[in-house]
């Protein structure tokens, strides 16, 4: 079964609008961080919001917000007014066990295409 | 966050021979991770290099391919072995948390093209 699922190869949204992506995860591990990265089409790998399982509340940092829920296994990523430059793709990814011990397994990505 | 740089920032390459890829890091870090992004593809960890012990690497990938080096806090190189085409890859470094805050950083990437 995939650890990182995530659900939309690609998604058009209009420019101001509010954008979800989608990402379930699967893990028995009771301590696991999820992770939000944007890759643009210049290749790189840009940090956006971290949630760590112990963690009450929802992440956010300036636009973004994750909305975390455990029951669910849900760590959704929410980009509150969209602008041009959020045309990327975004990869959701997870650390099984303790804070800072492992490496990142990552979902397929989610195409995103933000139009004037 | 911390900076990090990695040399070469591609390369072509003819098969059967190696390429070693640097990833120089602006302080010292304890973990480093190397990762692979296969074309149109998402990122799968190959290895994660501790300085001063043996790398350990995932499920698919081995040391004979893929030998890494960590000779201090702040180094790190992969060397992808006996090139392939299917070797074509972006290659990417990442470092673990410094400081306070939970996160991974990445390096620039390698993109590797193997005739």
């Known amino acids: 079964a995939q650890k990182i699922t995530q659900t939309q190869p690609g998604m058009f949204v209009q420019e101001k609008e509010a954008v979800t992506l989608d990402c379930t995860y699967d893990?028995?591990?009771?301590?696991?961080?999820l992770f939000w990265y944007k890759q643009p089409s210049s290749g790189e790998m840009i940090f956006l919001i971290y949630?760590?399982?112990?963690?009450?509340q929802n992440a956010t940092e300036g636009r973004y917000s994750l909305n975390f829920q455990k029951a669910r296994k849900s760590a959704n990523l929410v980009i509150s007014a969209s602008q041009l430059g959020d045309s990327a793709m975004y990869f959701c990814?997870?650390?099984?066990?303790?804070?800072?011990?492992?490496?990142?397994?990552f979902g397929k990505g989610t195409h995103l295409i933000i139009q004037p | 966050s911390a900076v990090i740089s990695q040399k070469p920032s591609r390369d072509i390459c003819q098969r059967g021979t190696s390429l070693t890829i640097q990833c120089q890091v602006d302080?010292?870090?304890?973990?480093m991770f190397w990762y692979r992004q296969q074309p149109g593809q998402s990122l799968t960890l190959i290895a994660t290099?501790?300085?001063?012990?043996?790398?350990?690497?995932e499920s698919g990938f081995v040391i004979d391919k893929f030998p890494i080096s960590r000779p201090n806090l702040t180094f790190s190189t992969l060397t992808v072995s006996n090139m392939s085409p299917e070797d074509s890859s972006i290659y990417l470094c990442?470092?673990?948390?410094?400081?306070?805050?939970?996160?991974?950083?990445f390096g620039p990437g390698t993109r590797l093209l193997v005739l």
């Open positions: 990442s470092v673990g948390p410094s400081g306070g805050q939970e996160t991974q950083y």
């Open positions: 893990t028995s591990d009771p301590s696991y961080g």
């Open positions: 949630q760590g399982s112990y963690d009450q």
């Open positions: 990814a997870m650390r099984e066990g303790p804070p800072r011990a492992d490496g990142l397994t």
């Open positions: 302080s010292q870090v304890t973990m």
């Open positions: 290099a501790n300085q001063g012990s043996e790398a350990t690497y």
